[in-house]
Structures are given as structure tokens and as C-alpha cells.
């Protein structure tokens, strides 16, 4: 019913910028939180940043002051700018967002995954 698309990734030097897009499609009534997750790598995933209705925002520890994210209400589509790249950034990035269906249900969505990978 609902599909989430990532875009936007790519391999890049340190210190260098990345912009992921996250579009959502389908059955939609309304787009509640909009997430980018990441995984490393051996590593369990975890949450990046995460952007309400409203459009606050907030962040991991590790990428404050370096990534922003943003949303497009009339795009259904969900924005991670990524400055100052470290390659411990280096990970596939998935959206999350809470999606209501125009038939009611309240349920979870998750991309596919875009791989980012950050050269030192």
C-alpha cells in the first residue's frame, strides 16, 4: 500500500557532502515521523535523526552539527543533508516514516537502503 524510495547515495571522500531523498507513495492519507536510519557493517542499526509532523527534529550525538533533516509535505518526501563526512558514516541508510492509510491503519514503512560510503 505504501512504498518508501531512497535516493542520493554514493561513495565520497571525507570531509564531503551527500544529499539522501526519501519519497513516499501509495495509499497515503497522512505522513506522521519521518526517520533515516543507518547500519554499519556488523553493527546493529540505528536511528540517525528523526523529523515530526511538525517538523521538529532531532539527532544521534554523532552527526549533531553535521546533518540536517528536512521534509517536503507536498512531496511526501523526507531530505538527509550530510556534511563534513567521516568514513564512520559509511553505512546504508534506510528511512522509516509512520504512514496512515487512507483506509485507517497506522503502520511503520521502511526503504530499501542506500549505500553511502565515506573514503578516508
Known amino acids: 500500500q505504501v512504498q518508501l524510495v531512497e535516493s542520493g547515495g554514493g561513495l565520497v571522500q571525507a570531509g564531503g557532502s551527500l544529499r539522501l531523498s526519501c519519497a513516499a507513495s501509495?495509499?497515503?492519507?497522512?505522513?506522521?515521523?519521518m526517520c533515516w536510519y543507518r547500519q554499519a557493517p556488523g553493527k546493529q542499526r540505528e536511528l540517525v535523526a528523526v523529523?515530526?509532523?511538525?517538523?521538529?527534529?532531532n539527532y544521534v550525538d554523532s552527526v549533531k552539527g553535521r546533518f540536517t533533516i528536512s521534509r517536503d509535505n507536498t512531496k511526501n518526501t523526507v531530505y538527509l543533508q550530510m556534511n563534513s563526512l567521516k568514513p564512520e558514516d559509511t553505512a546504508v541508510y534506510y528511512c522509516n516514516a509512520g504512514v496512515t492509510v487512507v483506509t485507517g491503519p497506522t503502520n511503520r514503512y521502511w526503504g530499501q537502503g542506500t549505500q553511502v560510503t565515506v573514503s578516508s
Open positions: 523529523i515530526s509532523s511538525g517538523g521538529t527534529t
Open positions: 501509495g495509499n497515503i492519507f497522512t505522513i506522521n515521523d
